[in-house]
């Protein structure tokens, strides 16, 4: 295809992705400029100017989350937000549980990562919604339906975003409906794609921006319920450590009790364990087996489903966030506090200081670096930096098994943070994947694995059904593999194709050719965007790309 | 009261609905002792117009102009506006049709007027005329009467009437008068394009009363055809679950499921199909199941009236050996 005639714009600013932090981003810098143009601020900005693009359908259709938020940063961002936020309920009870095959015991003093009173359970999407309606309020302009396909690089840095290319068939070619993406030209463009951002992934890797540690992720795995009523109490607060997770693994469960005997559970894994075959949502499936869960669930009703990784590798992990004409916030600058797995309120912060580093850099006229760095530094003077300072150390503590972990997280805790190693080195977790002895089982057909029993636990397929995602079938596959020869034959024998057992959404198949070989066979359409394939897989040639926008989960409440 | 019919044609064929509309308004014409006269407009339409001569109204209305051959709502309104000053009818009905609500709100306003759309009848209540339509997607019928003085504009569903009630003309052929119209172009906004064609596709399933679907059971393309003979016994269309589709196996206009075809046949006959959540939402409306399948756990079995936990490639030759005995009995 000759490269296509593309239709040029001019932002001041530019923000990709309408999560929490490209949000909050919009609106305090909306409401810096407003303040500023108000009390005859020269030179008078405009919001007009402010884009705001989000591949969902809708914003919030990609939001997902337990959550419990520390509502700190939004009481700077929004001070009324208790009048009007949608906080479905205040945590009354924080509980550490841990777990063994058939018991369960709870401690009796809840660790302090685990206490959360004075924080709100809430639903992540109903957070963007809402505060997507002020930002639309605010003159903002938001475009949902469009995400960023690519970079704009100029000088050392970035000058905007190319969205997708909308009507192209399955095999490349135009259809009638053909729409060339856009250029959308801004002084500073601002990633703000969530976890593993494929921008933020190009950007990282063009201007060498990693930290001393790789970006690191834990996956996690959702389910929302709808239970009888009595089993749960709004506001109850569980976090679970043990069975089934094992202690050469990391991760843990929640239990987050809603209003209206609703709930939300869920699982997270570290994505760095050896054992290639292990299955992230078969373990979750098997979690929801334990006596304390089937008494929350039993008679209940799935209402959705959901996953997505999170940035868990800490203040060591974290990219450089500024270049010339761009910054990084949120989960895709890793602003996430993986002691506690928050990040809601760091996502907000990070997008209100970047918002008034741009302010900034709008009132001088400067978008290099020289007026960009601010963003660091205001990061490194605020809480943000107070926070994940104490933790920097913890989720590379893990490395080699949960004991260890627990020694030397004891020892951080007492020495805010630096512990017995400081920086506590990481490897990305791909890295970490043991070769197979044995050549893997043939793979099993689909349909022969994990069924669950339709009631409590479920098979992948009845799951990604309630994550009401969907995607138009007739465009690329939005999952490049970038040598489509390992699959069959190295990753075989080597890993026996780990992307069948990770991907949360049945989306990776090893499907065995009438004549006999194994060939990968992708679904798209599945794909719940957790971007767990991009992370995971061993020979890091998964690269995951906006599909065409508006395809995607519809995560409703989560 | 004097009714007038605004009929629809394209390239000079009917849409049929037409007649619905013109059954409706003799219906109310019998009622509240009315005339129904009837309007066309286009071009070179004098066949149509015979057609509405051969029934039973008082007068053929031929509304014919170059810049009317193809629709514009410009067009029609303004030709249509002359018509109803000229001819004063009281009741101005249409089929409720995409065009008619393109054009025909606009020409109730142009006229100061409301219009009642999408009825699904009428009533007559002591010499007061009611429309019926429905309220939150037909979970309730509302009662509408007209305030102000005629013309009165009302628009009928689909289906309301039934276009083999019209009447036909019992005293020969009713006249059919040509109508001057003043029209320009540049009272005309739009400029139709070429109209879109929709691509035809070879099959319906959504028509389909009997449906034999297979799913990943089948196996390999090559053993698709047992499952054809077995459909072509039963009279039915051949149809498939998700994964079929996908290897090409069958075209996706055969695919049942969340990002296929929905469908409530009479009979829905799933074979080999494991009853995913996906697929199971397409066909669930089928008044009823068959199900075969060799996992007798296979989650197809629990919505299925008749289940057979057996493998497909017995069942299938038995059962068009079967089928085929049946029809020759």
């Known amino acids: ?329 949120g989960d895709s600058g890793s602003f996430l506090d993986s002691q506690r797995l928050k990040g809601i309120h760091l996502a907000i912060k990070s997008g209100m200081l970047a918002a008034e580093t741009i302010f900034e850099s709008l009132k001088v006229g400067d978008n290099t670096t020289k007026t960009l760095s601010g963003f660091q530094q205001r990061v490194e003077q605020s809480y943000i930096k107070d926070e994940l300072w104490k933790v920097r150390n913890f989720h590379q503590s893990f490395q080699h098994g949960t004991f260890r972990g627990f020694v030397h997280t004891a020892f951080q805790q007492i020495t805010g943070g630096r512990g017995l190693i400081d920086p506590m080195r990481a490897e990305a977790g791909y890295k970490h994947y043991k070769k197979l002895a044995s050549p893997a089982a043939p793979p099993a057909h689909p349909e022969d694995r994990f069924k669950g029993d339709g009631q409590l636990t479920f098979d992948r397929l009845t799951d990604v059904y309630h994550s009401g995602t969907r995607h138009n079938d007739d465009q690329p596959c939005h999952l490049h593999i970038l040598d489509s020869n390992i699959c069959a034959t190295k990753c075989v024998e080597e890993y026996g194709n780990p992307c069948q057992y990770f991907c949360p959404a049945a989306v990776y198949e090893m499907a065995k050719e009438s004549i006999g070989a194994l060939k990968l066979k992708i679904n798209f359409p599945n794909c719940v965007h957790c971007k767990t394939c991009d992370i995971a897989d061993p020979y890091q040639i998964i690269d995951w790309v906006v599909p065409e926008g508006g395809g995607g989960p519809n995560y409703e409440g989560m | 009261m004097k009714i007038l019919v605004v009929t629809e044609q394209r390239q000079n064929k009917w849409n049929n609905t037409s007649f619905e509309t013109l059954a409706a308004a003799q219906q109310i014409a019998k009622d509240t002792s009315s005339t129904v006269s009837a309007a066309i407009l286009g071009k070179g339409l004098s066949s149509l117009a015979d057609d509405l001569a051969g029934k039973n109204v008082s007068e053929v209305l031929l509304l014919e102009h170059d810049l009317l051959e193809n629709y514009t709502p410009d067009g029609y309104c303004v030709a249509l506006k002359q018509l109803i000053e000229s001819t004063k009818p009281d009741l101005i009905l249409f089929p409720h049709s995409y065009q008619v609500r393109d054009f025909a709100p606009k020409l109730a306003a142009q006229l100061g007027k409301g219009m009642i759309g999408d009825c699904i009848g009428y009533k007559n209540e002591s010499g007061k005329l009611v429309f019926v339509r429905q309220m939150f997607q037909g979970k309730t019928n509302a009662d509408v009467t007209f305030q102000s003085a005629a013309p009165w504009f009302a628009s009928f569903q689909a289906g309301a009437f039934r276009a083999d009630l019209v009447e036909p003309n019992t005293s020969g052929k009713a006249s059919v008068n040509a109508v001057s119209v003043n029209l320009s172009a540049e009272q005309i906004r739009t400029k139709p394009q070429d109209l879109f064609k929709e691509a035809k596709s070879a099959v319906d399933l959504t028509q389909a009363p009997l449906i034999v679907a297979i799913g990943r059971g089948i196996k390999a393309p090559e053993n698709i055809p047992q499952a054809e003979a077995v459909a072509k016994a039963l009279g039915g269309e051949i149809a498939a679950s998700r994964p079929i589709c996908d290897e090409g196996w069958l075209p996706m206009e055969r695919q049942i499921g969340s990002s296929g075809q929905t469908v409530a046949p009479k009979l829905y006959l799933a074979l080999g199909i494991s009853g995913a959540i996906q697929h199971v939402v397409g066909m669930k409306g089928a008044r009823t199941i068959v199900a075969v399948n060799k996992d007798q756990n296979a989650p197809i079995f629990e919505i299925a009236d008749y289940g057979i936990v057996a493998d497909i490639f017995e069942v299938m030759p038995a059962l068009t050996e079967a089928l085929e005995k049946a029809k020759n009995s």
Not at chain 1, 314 to 324: H, I, K, L
């Open chain 1, 1 to 329: 295809m000759t490269p296509p005639q593309r239709e040029q714009l001019e932002a001041d600013v530019l923000i990709v992705g309408a999560g929490p932090a490209g949000l909050s981003c919009a609106l305090h810098l909306a409401n810096l400029i407003k303040k500023h143009n108000d009390s005859g601020g020269k030179p008078e900005l405009s919001t007009e100017n402010i884009y705001v693009l989000e591949k969902g359908r809708e914003v919030g259709a990609h939001q997902l989350s337990g959550a419990i938020m520390n509502p700190k940063a939004l009481a700077e961002l929004v001070p009324d937000y208790e009048k009007s936020a949608p906080l479905d309920t205040p945590v009354t009870d924080d509980a550490a549980l841990f777990f063994t095959e058939h018991g369960s015991f709870r401690f009796p003093i809840t660790p302090p990562p685990f206490k959360n009173k004075g924080n709100y359970v809430v639903s992540l999407n109903k957070i963007a919604k809402w505060l997507g309606g002020l930002v639309e309020g605010s003159g903002v302009n938001l475009f949902t339906q469009f995400g960023g396909a690519q970079l704009i690089y100029e000088n050392n840095g970035i000058a905007g975003v190319i969205t997708e290319d909308k009507g192209i068939d399955k095999t490349g070619k135009p259809k009638d409906n053909y729409t060339p993406g856009y250029e959308l030209r801004a002084k500073v463009t601002v990633l703000a794609e969530g976890t593993r951002g494929s921008l933020t992934k190009q950007l990282v890797e063009k201007y060498k921006l990693d930290n001393i540690n790789p970006q690191i992720y834990s996956l996690g795995i959702k389910e929302l319920w709808d239970v009888q009523p009595g089993r749960i109490a709004p506001g109850y607060v569980a976090h679970t450590l043990g069975w089934p997770v094992a202690t050469d693994m990391y991760g843990g469960g929640w239990i987050y009790g809603l209003s209206n005997n609703r709930v939300s559970i869920g699982l997270v894994i570290g994505l760095e364990y050896a054992d290639s075959q292990f299955d992230p949502h078969e373990a979750f499936q098997k979690w929801k087996t334990h006596t304390h869960i089937k008494k929350i669930l039993d008679g209940g009703k799935l209402v959705r489903y959901g996953a997505k990784s999170l940035p868990a590798g800490g203040w060591y992990s974290m990219p450089r966030n500024y270049v010339d004409g761009g910054l990084i916030i």
